[in-house]
């Protein structure tokens, strides 16, 4: 504004296409929308397929001797499956060995998480804590720090 020096800017189409293109080119797009959206179902069957072999494969690795050999058989039985329904287009035959591959993994991953915390399912089954009869829990754990510096 000191300079009394003036700037323009001007805004044009990048793109020559015509009302008539444009149109065209939006009809066709909406023309090919289902196509695009199976290819992109098929695309994200696909992917959760792959990660689930992945993740079936690395824990079972991971976790070496402390599952029986029948578990671990029954694993990689359904991991070959679910491979070899990749290796093909039917993305029915993947969703099936998915869900199955899924269901013997998370009966698996269960035992083992009981293994690990046996009293995990009786936490919850006991009395609770006791209360007096203004609503008061007095028993409960807790760690008395003393922190002089405050």
């Known amino acids: 504004m000191a300079t009394g020096n003036e700037q323009n800017v001007s805004i044009t189409a990048s793109s020559n296409l015509s009302e008539e293109d444009i149109e065209k080119a939006v009809k066709d797009a909406?023309?090919?929308a289902s196509e695009d959206k199976k290819k992109k179902d098929e695309i994200e069957i696909r992917n959760n397929a792959e990660s689930l072999v992945y993740n079936c494969e690395k824990t079972i690795s991971e976790l070496g001797d402390k599952i029986s050999g029948e578990e671990k058989a029954k694993v990689e039985t359904e991991v070959d499956s679910l491979k070899k329904a990749l290796e093909g287009t039917d993305t029915e035959?993947?969703?099936?060995a998915t869900e199955k591959l899924t269901t013997v993994f998370y009966e698996l991953s269960e035992k083992l998480y009981k293994q690990a915390n046996p009293n995990a399912g009786a936490e919850g089954a006991g009395e609770g804590p006791?209360?007096?009869e203004d609503g008061n829990v007095y028993d409960a754990d807790y760690n008395v720090e003393n922190n002089d510096n405050q």
């Open 93 to 96: 035959s993947i969703k099936t």
């Open 130 to 132: 006791k209360q007096d």
């Open 30 to 32: 909406e023309a090919h």
